[in-house]
């Protein structure tokens, strides 16, 4: 195998495991020089992203690799962040628009259709790896978000986040612990100052909305519990009353034995109340 062909192997296994999108330092590393790049550049072997950032094999990689070719080239120490971050971690839904990236210092060069923040430090806690790339935590993506967003957005964003799995109860107050009086950290106290809350719709996020503010009792969000041997997982329910509300886009009718059996016609008379149709009846 001649060392060029020997260096498109390197660079297709390393682009293989980066999203396919590889930075001009990488392909030097996989034995390419300079030339060597700019020829496969003119034969669409590679296909510039941004200065310095190069997809191979095909020019539209998947939106992974758009991420992650924004964070190469913003050099060493960049991490996706704000609402690229939300979005990588699910906790926003991703509406396309640049990717944003956070660097350290004053000393990177701005990139065109990339959107760089820069900060004065970005602790260890606050940077890690999720699929791959480079990334703000979930806890350091709320603090972030938290200065874009509206409250109900925030707050929003806070459940998901809780609802995924992605923060627990403790993370977010050791973060605002040592974040001081950093911009966004009021605001983001305030979202998260009624306690747990893993929602998983928006509808949900309204629904309990609603019963906060109008003075109710927060009641336990989306925590599973045994019914008949069945695990399910009510929207939001206060044990102690017994009682439960399901927050769908369909109405939901619930109905007990004695409802059934004891007032049956009490029972129809709330389902043709509540729309259900008569048999044979046009829709």
């Known amino acids: 195998m001649g060392r060029e062909a020997h260096a498109d192997v390197l660079l297709a296994e390393l682009a293989a495991e980066q999203w396919g999108v590889l930075s001009l330092g990488e392909l030097r590393g996989c034995g390419l020089s300079d030339k060597a790049v700019a020829a496969r550049v003119s034969r669409a072997q590679l296909h510039r992203m941004h200065r310095g950032v190069y997809a191979v094999g095909h020019a539209n990689p998947p939106l992974e690799g758009r991420w992650l070719a924004a964070v190469k080239a913003c050099g060493s120490g960049a991490v996706l962040s704000h609402y690229s971050a939300a979005g990588l971690w699910g906790i926003l839904d991703w509406a396309e628009r640049h990717p944003e990236v956070t660097v350290t210092g004053q000393g990177q060069r701005g990139h065109s259709a990339i959107r760089v923040h820069r900060s004065s430090m970005l602790a260890v806690p606050d940077v890690t790896r999720h699929c791959r790339i480079p990334v703000t935590s979930p806890g350091r993506t709320l603090l972030d978000m938290a200065v874009a967003l509206e409250d109900r957005e925030l707050r929003g964003a806070a459940r998901r986040a809780q609802a995924l799995h992605r923060v627990n109860v403790r993370q977010p107050a050791e973060l605002l612990a040592r974040s001081g009086r950093r911009r966004g950290s009021r605001r983001l106290a305030q979202a998260i100052a009624d306690g747990p809350a ?86």
């Not at 009792?217 to 019914?227: A, D, G, K, L, S």
């Not at 109905?255 to 729309?275: E, I, N």
């Open 198 to 283: 893993p929602t998983r719709s928006e509808l949900e996020n309204l629904a309990l909305d609603l019963i906060t503010q109008a003075g109710l009792e927060q009641p336990m969000v989306n925590v599973p519990i045994t019914v008949a041997g069945r695990r399910v997982i009510p929207d939001f329910r206060w044990p102690l009353q017994r009682l439960i509300l399901e927050a769908h886009g369909d109405r939901v009718i619930r109905v007990t034995w004695d409802d059934v059996v004891t007032h049956p016609a009490r029972t129809l008379a709330r389902l043709t109340a509540a729309g259900v149709p008569r048999q044979g009846a046009q829709p």
